[in-house]
């Protein structure tokens, strides 16, 4: 069992770049969830998916973040036009379908925008 | 809407005393989940501890309680024998639903507990 993977770890980039980030769940797992924690804060909730399907998004997710999981496994999240706003880190995690609680966190990536 | 607060920003506790970290919830739902994570520097969430809406017994893991009082809606975590290792943020959350609802966690802003010799 290797745990939730991120890649990369941490991200530096310039204002106005896109940037893509990834995450490996649990195998087996088919919840993935994706949350930003700023400076300070708890986690906040961005998105989650069952399988392949989306299913709730947070008002959070403007239209320049976008995220897919397009075989049920990984999933990428994508942020275009990065503001600085923008920095914080980004944290995936899973669970199975049934009879569990624990959501399974990853390591995260962090993302600093000049 | 759901909300998780924590009031205590810092705590400190001596080596192998009991420490308690507060945490008060908000919901209009009958069926809920309350979980408390621990976050070391290194940033991974790690997971302690979970009590349903409707387990009647406190949960308990190893050195880790959770006094539950659903009329006071609040979900203290109690650390025994506290160690060294246990200094991090500990953050309260919340899941509206039964076990196996998929549903995201509404987090707390933490507390930073620092444990001392």
């Known amino acids: 069992d290797t745990g939730v993977s991120q890649n990369p770890r941490h991200k530096i980039t310039k204002r106005g770049q896109n940037v893509t980030f990834r995450c490996d769940p649990i195998s087996e797992h088919n919840r993935l969830y994706w949350y930003r924690q700023t400076l300070g804060q708890g986690p906040e909730f961005l998105t989650y998916f069952q399988n392949e399907a989306q299913l709730e998004k947070s008002r959070l997710l403007s239209d320049r973040f976008s995220a897919e999981r397009p075989k049920g496994s990984f999933s990428t999240l994508e942020i275009q036009r990065t503001e600085q706003g923008d920095s914080a880190m980004y944290l995936c995690a899973s669970s199975p379908a049934v009879q569990y609680n624990e959501q399974f966190f990853g390591p995260g990536t962090r993302l600093t925008v000049l | 809407a759901q909300k998780i607060t924590q009031t205590q920003p810092g705590m400190f506790v001596q080596e192998k005393e009991a420490v308690t970290l507060d945490c008060t919830y908000d919901?209009?739902?009958?069926?809920?989940?309350l979980f408390w994570y621990k976050q070391p520097s290194s940033g991974e969430m790690i997971f302690l501890i979970y009590?349903?809406?409707?387990?009647?017994q406190n949960a308990t893991e190893g050195r880790y309680s959770l006094n539950f009082q659903k009329a006071r809606k609040s979900a203290n975590l109690v650390i025994s024998a506290s160690q060294l290792g246990d200094s991090a943020m500990y953050f309260c959350a919340m899941r509206e639903g039964l076990t196996g609802t998929a549903s995201k966690l509404t987090f707390g802003t933490g507390t930073r507990l620092q444990v001392t010799l």
């Open positions: 009590q349903g809406s409707y387990d009647e």
């Open positions: 919901t209009s739902d009958q069926s809920y989940g």
